[in-house]
């Protein structure tokens, strides 16, 4: 007989194959969900990028709507267009003035919020009409549209009063032009 026994069972310290299986699918089931979690915040990451984007531009063209850069737009008390020409091509927004409503907008409150614009269209309609009082503000609002980024908000919607002859193009007053030399 040789001096060296026999011993039985493992001979070294390695794993078996069923623990090696137990131990990827762990490691597999983990980043799938590291992975989900990354594209939930990309497409969140997308989406606030968008809104902030949208409430810059909504507040530039309020800007240029006080400077008096849309007055042959804003007779027809609503008016849309794009930001293809600043570079945002897939950006697009619509301004309605005064008690104007945006054409597609849903008044659907079954959920049980109240909607303050349908009580006031409901209760002015209600009342006789008045005389018409000019006002010194116009009630300006705007929307823009922006891609749809999974199931998220696309538009952002803004409202802001601004002086009357800011909005719309002053009226000459009879008589100015010929006074002046």
């Not at 040789?2 to 089931?29: D, H, K, Y």
């Not at 902030?52 to 800007?63: C, I, P, Q, S, V």
């Not at 849309?70 to 570079?87: L, M, N, V």
């Not at 409901?122 to 009630?139: K, T």
Request: proline share 3%.
């Amino acid at each position: 007989m040789n001096g060296r026994s026999r011993t039985t069972g493992r001979a070294g310290g390695g794993f078996t194959l069923a623990e090696v299986a137990v131990t990827i699918v762990i490691v597999g089931v983990a980043l799938v969900y590291v992975l989900q979690s990354l594209s939930a915040s990309k497409f969140t990451a997308a989406n606030t990028r968008n809104l902030k984007l949208a409430k810059e531009l909504a507040t530039y063209t309020l800007g240029q709507i006080e400077c008096g850069r849309y007055w042959e737009e804003t007779g027809a008390g609503r008016f849309e267009g794009s930001y293809a020409d600043e570079g945002y091509p897939d950006f697009h927004f619509e301004v309605v003035l005064g008690q104007e409503s945006f054409r597609d907008e849903y008044r659907d409150t079954s959920d049980g919020r109240f909607d303050n614009w349908r009580y006031n269209e409901d209760y002015s309609q209600s009342e006789d009409e008045e005389e018409e009082v000019e006002q010194p503000y116009e009630q300006v609002q705007i929307r823009v549209s922006f891609p749809t980024i999974k199931s998220e908000q696309h538009t952002l919607t803004l409202e802001k009063w601004i002086a009357w002859d800011q909005v719309y193009e002053p009226e000459e007053e009879p008589g100015a032009a010929a006074s002046e030399p």
